[in-house]
């Protein structure tokens, strides 16, 4: 049952918010009818239905943007789309949630098939086993903490008395009971964040969508309510997807990282994993690496014509080498001979990072462009300023490489 089988409280609060906000903050927002992805039931292609948790090949056609992405999940496990702006990753959530339709592909949930345009099968948005939590969270300005929980739950037919119980045991959950009849403008960010949740949760979805869930809030707020939404999800016995661009929230909230770049996956796997091994630029610089691709031979990673990075091991063939920012010394004169790699480099950019600075340079003849991270003391003692020219080093021991 969508959005329009609610009661009549419910078809105000709809009414007064608008269409479109009913649909997505009633209908989408509350976790769509949970009913109907249970064993036994029937699919809309005619299928039996079967317990696997999420199987999509995501293809979009957008004029001069295509999205061609592969996601699978397990029950319990949360996935995070990790990737550059107009990578694709919202784009990927609005097709998961119904809101974009698939050109070519296919979506199943517990072995339902919700969308595959090659059967002509596509189930309406409404009736999906969906909850989404957006950015904004779009709660109903004019309801309670209480009221905006209970409405999924109304939509879906429940009586108002069983929907408020459902509600407040959540707000209960959440920690929110002392909150659960003031308005969302008297509440915190935090608390906002865990209105939404409850009320995604409220109608047991199948998949939950988290769309920038923690971007609205304050750093203050953020560290504590991102503890509370990694052990909520941890308890969520379905599969969660959170979109983000923030590489610490999908490293905490997590078990499998997805990166997307251009409209494709670059790189997958755990979060400790894809940290230690990046492929891409983008990637790198996300969870704080230099990054460099060249050919691995006689313990070092040539990548330049005259410049090899020491420290590949037993490497054969072509591989990346890395090392983080603080790993760089940088001297005014040339160091004297060492095991470490050196090269001229010119200074392009200083901010302060933390209680360091990172600098960023341009490389000079054969040498390599590099971020290195310098305490306030060194930048002083070196006399750094950007359009300097400084040489870079680093030790083989501060170098990982690994095959491509």
């Not at 999908?250 to 996956?265: K, S």
Request: glycine share 14%.
């Amino acid at each position: 049952m969508s959005a329009g089988g609610a009661g009549s409280a419910e078809r105000n609060a709809a009414g007064d918010a608008g269409a479109g906000d009913a649909v997505v903050g009633g209908a989408v927002a509350g976790g769509i009818e949970a009913g109907g992805a249970e064993a036994g039931a029937t699919d809309a292609g005619g299928g039996a239905v079967v317990c696997g948790g999420l199987d999509a090949h995501l293809v979009v056609d957008r004029g001069d943007f295509r999205l061609d992405v592969r996601l699978s999940a397990a029950p319990g496990e949360v996935v995070a789309l990790l990737g550059p702006n107009g990578a694709g990753k919202t784009t990927s959530l609005r097709a998961l949630a119904g809101l974009t339709g698939l050109t070519r592909g296919h979506l199943r949930l517990d072995g339902r098939v919700l969308e595959e345009p090659g059967r002509r099968v596509r189930v309406a948005p409404e009736r999906r086993p969906v909850g989404v939590i957006f950015q904004d969270y779009l709660l109903f300005p004019h309801l309670s903490a209480l009221d905006n929980v209970a409405f999924g739950p109304r939509c879906h037919g429940a009586g108002r008395s069983e929907a408020r119980a459902l509600a407040a045991d959540l707000l209960d959950r959440m920690g929110l009971a002392d909150h659960a009849h003031a308005k969302p403008r008297r509440l915190s960010g935090g608390q906002a964040q865990r209105v939404a949740l409850a009320r995604a949760l409220a109608t047991a979805p199948r998949l939950l969508l988290l769309d920038e869930p923690l971007a609205a809030l304050d750093a203050g707020a953020r560290l504590d309510v991102r503890a509370e939404l990694r052990r909520h999800l941890a308890a969520f016995e379905a599969v969660a997807v959170l979109v983000t661009h923030d590489p610490l929230d999908a490293m905490v909230l997590a078990d499998r990282l997805v990166v997307v770049e251009g409209g494709a996956v670059v790189q997958e796997g755990p979060p400790a994993e894809v940290a230690r091994h990046p492929r891409t630029g983008y990637i790198a610089r996300l969870v704080g690496l230099n990054l460099y691709r060249g050919e691995a031979a006689a313990g070092g990673v040539r990548v330049g014509p005259h410049l090899t990075l020491t420290g590949g091991g037993e490497l054969a063939g072509p591989a990346f080498a890395a090392f983080p920012p603080g790993a760089v010394t940088l001297h005014r004169d040339r160091p004297a001979p060492s095991p470490a790699t050196t090269w001229r480099a010119r200074i392009t950019g200083m901010e302060s990072h933390g209680a360091r600075f990172r600098i960023t340079l341009a490389g000079t003849e054969d040498g390599l462009p590099l971020a290195a991270d310098l305490a306030p003391p060194a930048v002083a003692e070196l006399a750094l300023g950007e359009g300097a020219e400084v040489w870079a080093a680093v030790h083989p021991a501060d170098i990982h490489a690994y095959p491509v």
